[in-house]
């Protein structure tokens, strides 16, 4: 009974600290005090390497349902709405491709929602109707059509190192904004193309940059164009006073390019039709142009002034299209190299 009585009171006297804290047991205290927190320390350890784990399936479950009602969102639903626009922006998924190259999808809902927005705001349409119905399909065939064709352009541009630089973006939309009265103010002119088209600055710089690209790309790969603008100019070098009308018929049937001819009458001097008004008013009277590349991307025009006024010109002109870049496009079109991900009705 001693015995046991001793051994207690020894265990009890073992875990008791000592009664001051000197410099000889401030390492005993330490030691002890930190004893008593690893209980604690390592559960937590343990608990937290759980929460980790869990946090990061969590997270890949929902990153998984995101993409998946997104992915469900774009092609099965065709959702065309802005939002969704606005993360095709950020997440440049495909809507298609042409011969390898991807059409953006964002690409696509912008001309999509920019034609939905004029005829809604400017021409009234009734979008619940069937009639708004068919013309909405008919807007997503041309949209998807459009954006197909830019992106050719734009696999050819980099096959023929062709590029269309900042200076000449610039020196593109400065023209556009030329008139009677003068330039239109760079804010004036935003404003109107968000009002016509539901484009920002940044969107209508994109849409005016790829059709610069798809036009420098058309006349760089037509050389029966070429060929035969460079025909209908030396005819009129040599024969100034030559009827237009019969050369255009004359030039179509040795080359095979459909030359055609037309006349203006009576026109704006600062008309949008390629730069054809402005070229003929830097003509005397019966003078003839040299060849003019329209900035339309619809070909070479030579042009003859036939009148002018205080504000207005008249001419005559000789067409030559481009239909290389057109033929190109339905060859791969037609060979089954274009794969559109989503269901347009016919």
Known sequence: MKKLLHKILRKKTDVQPPSRITSETVAEHREKILAGGRRFKYPIQYARHKLVINAI??????????????WWQLYPAQNTSEFMYRITKVLPVPVATVDGQPVLYSDYLMKYLSSIHYLGQKEQVSFKTDDGKRQVEYIKQQSMKDAIADAYASKLAKDMGITVSSSELEAFLVAQRQSNDGTISEQTYNAVILDYYGWSPDEYRHVTEEKLL?????YAMDKPALDASNGVEASLIKNPKIVMKNLAKTISNQSGVKVTYGASGLVPKDNQDGGLASAAIKLKKNHISSVIK??????????RLLGSNSTQVSYE???IPLTAFTSALDGVISSGKVKEYITIAN
């Open 214 to 218: 798809r036009q420098k790309v058309s």
């Open 294 to 303: 329209s900035t339309l991307g619809d070909g070479y025009y030579v042009i």
């Open 317 to 319: 002109y000789i067409h």
């Open 57 to 70: 399936i969590i997270s890949l479950v929902a990153l998984i349902a995101v993409i998946a009602v997104g």
